[in-house]
């Protein structure tokens, strides 16, 4: 079983920075696909970012690309997400999310992931 807990969240003005974590426990996170995802009131969930289990290989979505770095850190069992030039449009309930990969490539928004966070409120002002 995996645990995930994110943190990291909060009230930004637009064009400010925000870094989101995400801690692993229950299982060793190099072992671990992960990503992150959000959700605004009303819409469908929608993938930001995905990392393999080394860090290696990385994907974004269109919406955050340039913007969003994911990064891990195997020997803290933590995914982080750093924000910039942030939007009102990234206004979301951001989720970190797990997967025990095949190979050491980075998730897609297609695949399954088999844990979930309880997500951290990411509110951006315009």
């Known amino acids: 079983q995996v645990q995930l807990v994110e943190s990291g969240g909060g009230l930004v003005q637009a064009g400010g920075s925000l870094r989101l974590s995400c801690a692993a426990s229950?299982?060793?996170?190099?072992?671990?696909?992960m990503g992150w995802f959000r959700q605004a009131p009303g819409v469908q969930h929608e993938f930001v970012a995905g990392?393999?289990?080394?860090?290696?290989?990385?994907n974004y979505a269109d919406s955050v690309r340039g913007r969003v770095t994911i990064s891990r850190d195997n020997a803290k069992n933590t995914v982080y997400l750093q924000m910039n030039s942030l939007k009102p449009e990234d206004t979301a309930l951001y989720y970190c999310?797990?997967?025990?990969?095949?190979?050491?490539?980075?998730?897609?928004?297609?695949?399954?992931?088999?844990?979930w966070g309880q997500g951290t409120q990411v509110t951006v002002s315009s």
């Open positions: 229950g299982r060793t996170s190099s072992t671990l696909a």
């Open positions: 999310a797990a997967r025990f990969p095949a190979a050491d490539a980075a998730p897609t928004p297609r695949q399954f992931f088999s844990y």
């Open positions: 990392i393999s289990r080394s860090g290696r290989d990385t």
